[in-house]
């Protein structure tokens, strides 16, 4: 595929949706392309702004945490397997407001129903509901109250 071919499909790739450079690359790697061209398009993208891993961090962290209800855990792991530098992980999981984070883990463990009578074996099934969701054992803990 020829450079330019592949310019146009990267950048309707990036228009609808943010993108980090290892999800750049990965659909770069299907276009048959020189080592040298996928590295051309991606410094293009990030010189005219179309990849940014900062700004893809903060959406990504936003809609886990928003509408999938994901615990921080979770969200710093999906964001290592994709790539983006840990220290931009840390500056944007740091501006989490921690009084709202802790209100949606209460939210989140009320509206979960669990049909156990034991109380330690229904509580024991919220934790693993919570940790498995990225909640840190700590935190659940403390939300239940033990």
Not at 47 to 56: A, H, K, S
Not at 75 to 100: A, C, H, P
Request: proline residues 1%; contains cysteine; positive net charge.
């Amino acid at each position: 595929m020829e450079r330019d071919v592949a310019l146009k499909k990267i950048l309707h790739y990036c228009d609808y949706q943010d993108r980090c450079r290892k999800e750049i690359f990965t659909k770069l790697d299907s276009f048959e392309l020189s080592e040298s061209d996928k590295n051309f398009i991606v410094e293009f993208l990030q010189d005219e702004g179309y990849i940014n891993d900062e700004r893809y961090c903060r959406s990504y962290v936003k809609s886990k945490l928003n509408l999938k209800k994901w615990g921080v855990n979770k969200i710093k792991l999906s964001l290592i397997t994709k790539g983006v530098d840990r220290e931009i992980i840390d500056n944007v999981i740091s501006e989490i407001d921690q009084d709202s984070y802790k209100e949606e883990l209460v939210n989140l463990l009320k509206n979960k129903k669990i049909n156990e009578s034991d109380p330690y074996k229904r509580k024991a099934k919220l934790v693993r509901y919570a940790v498995g969701k990225g909640y840190s054992y700590s935190l659940v803990m403390e939300v239940l109250g033990s």
